[in-house]
């Protein structure tokens, strides 16, 4: 192998937030001085690296000068402490209402994985993949965010297998009758795609055109106009995307660890120190 100098283009005050963390988890597990390979700020500053640059593990733990399953290992404990800051749903919807945010906006995105072999049964009884999407002709995660209206994320849910429909996840996972909780009791409606038809009250869709040719009425196009800003949805996951490339195709023994890898990125990317 041949070694070579490259930057990292996170702040330092970011390494040093993680570094605190995986610090405060090995006094937690009452970890004993010097009987671990890095410091706690070169295994933050690992963790980052896989997380921005999305490189190979086996790769990044030689340049720490550690071996392959001390790189896993050192980048599951990293997910691990981030994911564990990961916000409740009702907690972040609160915080949101006391910011001053009109409404939030409801989205789901299927995060791109290896192929598996876990199967599951349709609703017609067929033999399927589990983490199969037909919509998006590939194998993923589903997860499940809350945006505010200018894109930020500040809620994703854990890793629904890819088949199933961006409905039936926000239902499953209590997303919907949190949302619908927000609508009625702290004045925080959400805005989503029309593939959330039917979610209740507090999730507002748009009005799908009359099948008999008709015009919509005046006031269900304009509300149409302003569910149009559920586009910051997709900006929202562009953001962690876009920053965090590890995102945009995850390796990892189960995909159900894809909802704590986002959630990690999510605390990043949300952290007063991030990027």
Known sequence: MIA??????VPRDLVHHLARL??????????RRGTRALTSFYQALLVLIWFRKAGDTRLLGAGFGVSRATAYRY???GIAVLAARWPDLHEALQRAA???WAFVILDGKLFDCDRLSETTT??????????????????????QAIMRPDGLPIWTSEASPGHLHDLTCAQRLGVTAALNWAAAEIDLPALADAGYDGAGHGIKTPTRQPADGKHLAVANRAVNRLRGLRWQGERGFAILTGRWKTLRHT???SPRRIGDIVAAALHL???NTAI
């Open 269 to 271: 990317t949300t952290s």
């Open 75 to 77: 980048v599951a404990e």
């Open 22 to 31: 995986l610090a405060a988890e090995r006094r937690a597990r009452r970890t």
């Open 122 to 143: 349709s609703v017609k009884g067929a033999a399927i993949d589990a983490w199969y999407s037909g919509k998006h002709r590939d194998f993923g995660a589903n997860i």
């Open 4 to 9: 070579y100098v490259a930057m990292l283009d």
């Open 98 to 100: 006391d910011q001053g």
């Open 251 to 253: 390796t990892t023994s």
